[in-house]
């Protein structure tokens, strides 16, 4: 049996800074920002949306009835958690209006949580052949502002359907995994910005991505002309091109240019948005499959999943003849030239005005254009809600 990925959708701000502009407000030379980490624009989450409602706008782009009736189980990825205990999965379920008889649970370990997400899920559907499960990605990266991870910000969610028979990738057997306790990143109890140190971390990722890449192809057999693209966990898109190189190290001429311009396909939304920690993998799968003139069925794809304290694996999955049909007719390309850009200003005003569990207060929407927003605080409790009418996915094009 088939299992893998069926449908993919994506959401975001409708706002967004550009790159260019923030290094000149912080004194930096903007190529440390354009080429050094490789990113354009930074989306600016408002203080309207948190991983809930992104992951709901997300969802609603793919979703069809049928599919509320098929999903059993529903897997919320985040290290951006509302709630001590109350999963995030609950409140998407109830805005989504699924049906009460499912399983629905958060899970957490930094930004390889949707890849244990989609590892369970595949079980699952293994074990229910007739269900889907819906597996969120979905985070606010938040460093602080004038900090040295403030350009590597962003946030989003992506949604997932994992099912048999997927339109998307279909699974292989073989996945490597590595864990190790680190403390390369990590946000304590309390803190609303994550603490890192930023070259252990980069160093980290690439040792981990070369262990799960090594022990990979030492247990299938495989090389590098198996492959058709290599895509990777970006939390800056300049770092999954260093893992690359490392793929690439004494590789044929024509598996490097294959590989080197798959990969440019693939960060070029994630250069979009900025980083989004559990949702990059697959915001970067996306990206691949809407931009890549020569993504076609039977080719395998090689995902590599890092999630910082530390945690890897490296897995594959074949592109399956109706892998467009699982976008749902979504320009992404289009929505996300529609974003508004907003002065650096503005920005550090939202990054300030966000409400975390233990306020209370009100939050101002009306400005912002999502179907799914977060309206505040009271008595401990968040409020969500939703606009009246459910638009379809294409005329719904000014949040992303």
Known sequence: MKIGINKIGFSTSHLYVDM???????????NKYLIGIGQSKMAVVPPSQDVV???ANAAIRILTKEDRDRISFVIFATESGIDNSKAAAVYLAHLLGLKNEIRAIELKQACYGATAGIQLARGFVALNPENEVLVIAADNARYGINTPGEPTQGGGAVAMLISQNPQILALEE?????????????RPLGKTEAVVDGKY?????????????????????????????????????KLGLKALQI???????????????????ARFFNSEVGNLYTGSL????????????????????GLFSYGSGAEAEFYT?????????????????????????????????????????VQEGAISYKEDPAPFFFSGVHDFKRQYEKRGKKPSPNIWDKNV
């Open 20 to 30: 260019k502009k923030l290094a000149f407000a912080r004194n930096e030379d903007p």
């Open 53 to 55: 409602t992104m992951a």
């Open 174 to 186: 073989d996945s490597t995994a590595f864990t190790q306790d680190i403390m390369d990143f990590w």
């Open 201 to 237: 971390s980069k160093n980290t990722y690439l040792e981990f991505f070369e262990e799960t890449w090594q022990a990979y192809l030492d247990k299938t057999g495989y090389s590098l002309s198996d492959f058709a693209a290599l895509l990777f966990h970006l939390p800056y898109t």
């Open 247 to 265: 793929a690439l190290k004494d590789a044929q001429p024509s598996d490097t240019v294959r590989l080197a311009q798959e990969f440019e396909h």
């Open 282 to 301: 697959y915001l970067s799968l996306l990206s691949l499959l809407c931009n890549s003139e020569k993504t076609k069925a039977g080719q395998r794809i």
């Open 317 to 357: 999955g074949i592109i399956q003849p109706d892998f467009k049909k699982g976008l749902a007719k979504v320009d992404y390309n289009r929505i996300l030239n529609l974003r508004k850009e907003i002065s650096v200003s503005d920005y550090e005003q939202l990054f300030k005005q966000h409400l975390f569990s």
